[in-house]
């Protein structure tokens, strides 16, 4: 069964400093992997999704990786911003469904 | 924009109550997914269509919700008896295929009071 964890479950930063998210999955057999945000109280908003033949995607500010041999993923985050503030879930798609992630709640300090 | 539209927002039921969900998804996405989250967790599946067929139900508590999505189009999700245990997020997504990128709504928020 696949299972999917994410680190750290919170993150506090000052504005303006780049971070990492962490996403790791046990079965490596996967066909994409989407990175989604999610702000309190609503539905998920979609950051950036890879495909399994690609290493890499990026999208303004966010650069997500994806290594299917270690079973993991980052999402990098340049120059944070307040506005940044959210809970950033990763997915996997297993299957043909999506298998979640925890998140990691983000806090991004003025 | 399209977007998944989902009604109601917020839902607040008496314990054995009915309630029901509506999710319309985007325009020509065959895919249509209903998740629960439940709050500091990731979203679970509770069911999948293709078309107006059931791919996946398997995490579905069967003997008290039920899902149809009759015309392969818009997708209704029930509860009956609603059970203090079922308050949480209720979440619609869509997408083009399976194992395509997936697009959410905002969720209903059900309370069972």
């Known amino acids: 069964k696949q299972e999917v964890t994410q680190i750290p479950a919170a993150l506090s930063v000052p504005e303006g400093e780049n971070l990492v998210l962490n996403c790791s999955f046990t079965?490596?057999?996967?066909?994409?992997l989407q990175w989604f945000r999610q702000d309190p109280g609503k539905g998920l908003t979609s950051l950036l999704l890879i495909q399994s033949s690609q290493r890499e995607q990026t999208s303004g500010r966010l650069n997500a990786s994806l290594d299917k041999s270690s079973g993991r993923s980052t999402l990098y985050i340049a120059a944070s911003q307040p506005g940044d503030s959210a809970t950033y879930l990763c997915a996997v798609v297993a299957g043909q469904n999506f298998v979640f992630g925890p998140g990691t709640r983000l806090s991004v300090l003025p | 924009e399209a977007e998944v539209a989902q009604s109601p927002r917020y839902k607040i039921t008496e314990k054995s109550q009915a309630v029901a969900f509506w999710c319309d998804p985007i325009s020509g996405h065959a895919t249509l997914y209903w998740y629960r989250q439940i709050l500091g967790q990731g979203p679970e599946l509770l069911v999948q269509f293709q078309d107006e067929s059931v791919v996946d139900d398997s995490q579905l508590p069967k003997d008290r919700f039920s899902a149809e999505r009759l015309k392969g189009v818009d997708s209704t999700l029930k509860i009956q008896p609603a059970e203090l245990g079922d308050s949480a997020m209720y979440l619609c997504?869509?997408?083009?295929?399976?194992?395509?990128?997936?697009?959410f709504g905002q969720g209903t928020r059900l309370t069972v009071v």
């Open positions: 079965d490596s057999a996967i066909y994409n």
């Open positions: 997504a869509s997408s083009p295929w399976p194992n395509t990128e997936a697009f």
